[in-house]
């Protein structure tokens, strides 16, 4: 007979968290920081004045640093609502309280372009697990103060930021109305020219499931995306490594505000 524990309903065994990896007792930072892709904690690490991994487990990656005498940690999402909702609410096991989503996005302004900073004040919650906390009518918000902070440091550094409201998307491709050749489907999709009717200035895939789990657990949570593409003039960063970088350290130097 194969041994079992009584765990199911809240499985934390010897008071480690089941997909971060983390102990409850770790003291880990209060600030987070949030990228979607594991491999952009390099960058964090790159950045830091000090770094150690903590875990790396499935999409999560770990972390925790100091810049210029400052605490926080990171920890990547994956993609999409599923996996961010796994390490939002692991994250506030450990007692975190202000997040930070550094990552992509494409813009559906014209006038917005690739390699441009977006910060979302508010965000259409058109994303999946979220939904099982709090209805649709409830609103996804970023948290005033940290916005401020952001927008501040990128002007310190001279970097062009667009502030407004964004639209989080659990399909990638029919959902944000994208095609694939060679595949029989009905790629036409009305989400597009809608939420450019509603002048909604970006997609993303998982600031809605932050902003929401945050708001109902009164912790802060913001944004900051670079812009890979331009989902009207069709424009594409084929590398854009050096935006997340740049992403990163403004990230990064808000840390002396907050």
């Known amino acids: 007979m194969k041994k079992t524990d009584k765990i199911a309903n809240n499985p934390i065994r010897d008071n480690l968290l089941p997909h971060l990896r983390i102990n409850l007792d770790s003291n880990f930072p209060e600030v987070v920081f949030l990228p979607g892709d594991p491999s952009r904690v390099d960058i964090f690490k790159e950045n830091a004045d000090e770094f150690e991994y903590l875990s790396k487990n499935r999409e999560f990656v770990v972390g925790k640093g100091i810049y210029k005498n400052r605490r926080f940690g990171v920890c990547s999402t994956g993609i999409g609502s599923g996996s961010t909702e796994i390490a939002l609410i692991e994250l506030f096991e450990l007692g975190c309280r202000s997040f930070i989503r ?17 910060i979302n004040s508010g965000m259409v919650r058109l994303g999946g697990s979220s939904i099982n906390y709090a209805p649709k009518e409830y609103p996804a918000v970023a948290d005033p103060e940290l916005l401020v902070t952001l927008l501040n440091t990128c002007k310190k550094f001279s970097e062009k930021c667009h502030v407004g ?3 989080s998307v659990d399909s990638y491709y029919k959902g944000q109305g994208r095609s694939i050749s060679g595949l029989k489907i009905d790629f036409k999709t009305k989400i597009f020219d809608e939420m450019m009717n509603l002048n909604v200035m970006n997609f993303d895939m998982e600031t809605e499931t932050i902003y929401t789990l945050s708001s109902l657990n009164k912790v ?13 003039t069709n424009e594409w960063l084929s590398d854009y490594k050096s935006v997340q970088q740049k992403a990163v350290r403004i990230s990064l130097e808000s840390l002396i505000e907050l």
């Open 165 to 167: 409201i964004g639209a």
């Open 102 to 118: 550094v990552g992509g996005c494409g813009t559906l302004n014209k006038d917005i372009n690739c390699g441009d900073i977006i």
């Open 220 to 232: 802060r949570a913001v944004n900051l995306l670079a812009v890979h593409g331009n989902r009207v």
